[in-house]
């Protein structure tokens, strides 16, 4: 009970897509917290210090203090430690701009980042995240995981510092294949959302990566449905009182 009096703290960086998710879920729920900017880049990336190690092992953002526990996401976990896999991707990324081929991200085993959004909406099912129905629950964790899984992982900042140059090919190339993908999708399940007309995790999942699309300059013509989602998305309160561009760490020059 005296934990659950506590006010959570939200380990994040304003321009990380998996910190943006989480504070969306806050909003929405009308969850009230304390925020500590862990600067990826500042230093070396203060993620990387023994005492934020000490919040998240993973050394990533985000991370949620709450009921007397601390939740921790992640983008993707190697099968081997340390910076093996990222050097994976990068040497894949070389053989792909040589010969034109996709990267084979079956060889990377991916986890999920939505730890922190579950658990709230367990816990604070009001409003719901995940719809009653069944088969719209099923799509909306497809959704998730398509972004979170199959898109986002491929242009998180660790990947990107070790493919160098190409990190903008790079980056473009993958949202792209997502993109696709993802259009066709949505397709079948939107309606004023990405699920029918109730905002969901899908939703906190899309507005996050078109916003990393845009950084990218990936062309979203192609898109009409991922673009008419997060436009309607945008509207919200709770996805614009989270914005990157509106965070206590937001560098001046970026702020809204």
């Known amino acids: 009970m005296i934990a659950a009096l506590v006010k959570p703290v939200l380990y994040s960086y304003f321009r990380s897509s998996c910190s943006w998710r989480v504070r969306i879920a806050l909003a929405l729920k009308g969850i009230t917290y304390d925020q500590v900017p862990v600067n990826l880049l500042k230093d070396g990336g203060q993620q990387l210090a023994a005492e934020f190690q000490v919040v ?20 993707f976990g190697p099968r081997v430690p340390g910076l093996r896999v990222i050097d994976h991707l990068a040497s894949e990324m070389k053989k792909m701009i040589q010969t034109g081929r996709g990267l084979e991200w079956s060889s990377c085993r991916q986890t999920a980042g939505l730890a922190i959004i579950e658990y709230l909406e367990e816990t604070r099912p009001n409003p719901r995240l995940l719809p009653q129905d069944q088969k719209k629950r099923a799509q909306v964790r497809m959704i998730s995981d398509h972004i979170v899984s199959g898109i986002q992982p491929l242009q998180n900042l660790a990947v990107l510092q070790r493919v160098g140059e190409k990190k903008l090919e790079w980056a473009q190339h993958y949202i792209t294949n997502g993109f696709q993908a993802l259009e066709q999708i949505l397709k079948n399940t939107a309606g004023r959302y990405c699920v029918g007309d109730e905002v969901s995790m899908a939703d906190l999942c899309l507005v996050p990566q078109v916003y990393n699309a845009e950084r990218y300059k990936v062309d979203l013509a192609p898109y009409p449905t991922i673009t008419r989602i997060n436009k309607t998305l945008l509207e919200l309160e709770a996805f614009q009182v989270s914005h990157p561009t509106k965070q206590p760490d937001t560098p001046a020059e970026l702020r809204a």
């Not at 998240?56 to 983008?75: E, F, W, Y």
Request: charged share 15%.
């Open 56 to 75: 998240n092992p993973m050394q990533q953002v985000p991370a949620l203090k709450i009921d007397g526990i601390t939740l921790s996401q992640s983008d």
